[in-house]
């Protein structure tokens, strides 16, 4: 009697282990989802000056932070009424203390005198900027460039204003760490950064709340397929000893 429920894949250890992975699953999809919701935000760029970095049209998913986490070499959306009174997407080059200087040698951007080795821009004459530059970047401000450097209207465009062209951190809403929907690719910290006084910021946490909604996913799938997996087994299973018998009985008559 206590048997049955075993063979049809609907009781013993089988079944109970199916049902703790389709909980489980559950627990992980939906709550990748909920807290991915409540860290990342999407933004649509609705221009060309970060190119190639991101593309006019691309969907972003930016982190959402305080200002204060920013970092050399993060891309950030912000808002400043001085620029516009939309959000705005610009790669931090730059924060308080530092000196921002172009064109060094080569036509590099340098930081407090080191140049910044840039493989994301987009640059025509191997110029960092087309537009000569110093500034002593004020403590709380970050100074921002785009990576198509000359298409971009960033900071170079309001030096004559009060702060040379720098924002308040207090400005940016989100950081981006991943494109989405199109090339689907997670945006790496620059490397030329790192070395610098505060190095470059930690990798945020979406590869971990992707990986957990998969891994959620897979276990729903699974834990719920297996009874009737089992079920259909044991049926075959049932079938094929049933055909046995039945030659059996032919043989011995």
């Known amino acids: ?44 760029v609705p221009t060309d000056s970060m190119v190639p970095t991101v593309k006019p049209g691309d969907r972003v998913l930016a982190q959402r932070v305080d200002g ?26 730059g924060v308080g203390g530092d000196t921002v200087k172009c064109c060094g040698q080569g036509g590099k951007l340098t930081v407090n005198g080191e140049q910044v080795d840039e493989p994301y821009l987009d640059i025509k004459h191997g110029m960092a900027s087309d537009l000569p530059f ?21 900071s170079r465009a309001h030096l004559q204003e009060a702060g040379q062209g720098t924002v308040p951190r207090s ?48 276990l729903v799938l699974g834990g719920a397929a297996y009874g009737p997996v ?10 094929s000893r049933a055909g046995g018998a039945e030659r059996e009985r032919a043989g011995a008559r």
């Open 68 to 93: 204060d986490q920013v970092r050399r070499g993060d891309v950030v959306i912000f808002t400043d009424s001085l620029w516009s009174n939309a959000p705005m997407l610009k790669r931090v080059v």
């Open 171 to 218: 400005a940016v809403t989100a950081r981006v760490d991943a494109v989405a929907w199109s090339e689907q690719r997670m945006l790496e910290r620059p490397a030329a950064f790192a070395a610098m006084p505060g190095g470059v910021s930690e990798p945020g946490p979406l590869k971990a709340l992707l990986a957990a909604i998969v891994l959620g996913a897979v």
């Open 1 to 44: 009697m206590g048997g049955n429920g075993r063979k049809d894949g609907r009781g013993g250890l089988g079944n109970v282990l199916s049902g703790l992975a389709v909980a489980v699953g559950f627990v992980l999809f939906l709550g990748g989802f909920a807290v991915g919701a409540l860290l990342y935000q999407p933004y649509t």
């Open 134 to 154: 110093e500034v002593k970047v004020p403590e709380g401000k970050l100074f921002l460039l785009g990576d198509r450097r000359g298409a971009s209207l960033d």
């Open 230 to 239: 089992a079920k259909l087994a044991a049926r075959r299973g049932g079938t």
